[in-house]
DNA sequence: TCGTTGTTCAACCATGTGGTTTATAATGCA
DNA sequence: TGCATTATAAACCACATGGTTGAACAACGA
């Protein structure tokens, strides 16, 4: 089900680490140990973390001879901001009731 | 940091019980024992779902005798949603050959 | 005042998470 | 062939998470 994406692509994204490996691929293909590089960790460590992501379905990989080239596969972040969009309203009611004071407020004080 | 914050945002949205009480409060604000209500967990439990949220900012409490009344916060839905519009290019490549593709389809089958 | 209700807190448990180290494979290259 | 590179897997650690129970506290109503 959608729920249990949602479950699992939050979980991914909640994570410094993670969102950086995200980002670095945006900018192209890598490899495991290229990802993990800027990270200040074991190689393990960050395979652990790009397995996350794997099976969070954000990224895919496949080999290229004794390398894993891990590719961004973004849908599953579509779908977490579909849902996100869903809270649209409630902050836009929130500004628009934000603004009303405001206007209200330079009414009665025009000089501020 | 609002790399923080979304950290503690996704965490706390990672949780279909937590995204439960989300939906729950948008409808009104609700006590804590309302909020756990439907998610058949003992009290307790609901109380730190609630925790969760709280301090992610997702909602708000005050106290209204001995209840505790929860409202939504939804400020930092917005952030993790801007967070995630970063990532709209990417997936509005593959929808914009998508969408290339059924154009040629109509074109060829028009009366579909 | 007393009982009921809503809440908080602490202790506990099983499991998951983020990280390590180490060993073991698989591949490419001299 | 032998060695360096890249990845996987397993074992381990400290700590967080999701849940429980039970005790205590605060506030409302009879």
Redesign the interface.
């Known amino acids: 089900m959608v ?1 249990q994406r ?3 692509t ?2 991914a ?4 680490t993670r ?1 950086g490996m ?1 980002a670095s691929l ?1 900018l192209g293909d890598k490899s495991i140990g290229e990802l993990g590089e800027p990270f200040a960790m074991s190689f393990a460590g960050a395979a652990k973390h790009v397995k996350v992501l794997e099976s969070a379905g954000l990224i895919e990989r496949c080999k290229a001879g004794r390398r894993q080239i891990c590719a ?1 596969r ?2 599953p ?2 779908e ?2 579909a ?3 869903q ?2 309203k ?2 836009s009611v ?1 500004l628009d009731r934000l603004e009303a004071a405001i206007d209200r407020d330079k009414k009665e004080n025009p000089n501020d």
Chains 1, 2 share one sequence.
Not at 13 to 16: K, R, S, T
């Open positions: 729920e949602l479950d699992t939050f979980r994204l909640a994570d410094p969102r995200l945006a961004l973004p849908e972040l579509r977490a901001e849902w996100l969009k809270w649209e409630f902050w929130r």
